[in-house]
């Protein structure tokens, strides 16, 4: 696709599909944006389907709500408490660490920049920039498997993993796409732009996509 349409392509993915909120933004926002609890269930949600996240979120923050509080708990209570999210031995863990340098290097404040929450054990760059994006309503792009699948079978970048493809995108996306990306991607990368047999015949964007690995059947 050409650069310039990146506006008309997402004007059309928008109208068709209803973008996608995920488990730990909508944890986050029942009053006002909770950036620890933002952080905590995307770290929850790694290798996790969004429903047993959610579950997952519920039940840990019935326990505790804030770093202090959860330092308190043991790592079996946290265990139990998230169990089946994946690898929920090695997340209760890092739940704790992170929630220790928070209250020791932060004084208990979750980061607003990219790098500080990198710094933190356990961290990486979509957790990262999700908390910055939606706990603190600042521009980041996170980068996941649909967002990166989508933005190279597009044509509009070509990256060999979501972090070139968040490099990427950081060059030529405009900032003003960049908060609510990640979720309108995920609902058309779910729903119409499949990992497999994507519906490319019925897409809306299909006379701007360049097809990138797409076998087209003769």
């Given at each position: 696709?050409?650069?310039?349409?990146?506006?008309?392509?997402?004007?059309?993915?928008?109208?068709?599909?209803k973008t996608e909120r995920l488990p730990m933004i909508a944890a986050g926002r029942r009053t006002s944006p909770d950036p620890y609890r933002i952080l905590i269930s995307t770290l929850l949600s790694l290798r996790t389907k969004d429903e047993v996240t959610r579950r997952a979120d519920e039940r840990l923050f019935e326990l505790a709500s804030t770093p202090e509080e959860m330092v308190r708990l043991s790592e079996d209570v946290i265990r139990a408490a998230i169990y089946p999210v994946g690898f929920y031995r090695r997340k209760a863990q890092t739940i704790i660490s992170v929630s220790r340098e928070l209250i020791d290097r932060f004084s208990s404040r979750v980061p607003s920049d990219i790098d500080e929450l990198l710094s933190l054990k356990g961290v990486g760059r979509k957790t990262a920039n999700l908390v910055v994006s939606m706990g603190y309503g600042r521009p980041a792009l996170c980068v996941d498997t649909h967002v990166h699948r989508v933005s190279n079978r597009l044509g509009y970048v070509a990256a060999a993993n979501p972090d070139a493809t968040e490099a990427a995108l950081r060059k030529k996306l405009p900032?003003?796409?960049?908060?609510?990306?990640?979720?309108?991607?995920?609902?058309?990368?779910?729903?119409?732009?499949?990992?497999?047999?994507?519906?490319?015949?019925?897409?809306?964007?299909?006379?701007?996509c360049d097809r990138?690995?797409?076998?087209?059947s003769r």
């Open positions: 696709m050409k650069d310039q349409d990146i506006a008309r392509v997402i004007a059309l993915i928008k109208g068709a599909v900032r003003r796409y960049w908060i609510d990306f990640n979720g309108l991607i995920i609902a058309f990368g779910k729903s119409i732009c499949r990992p497999v047999s994507p519906l490319c015949s019925s897409c809306p964007v299909r006379d701007y990138v690995g797409v076998r087209i």
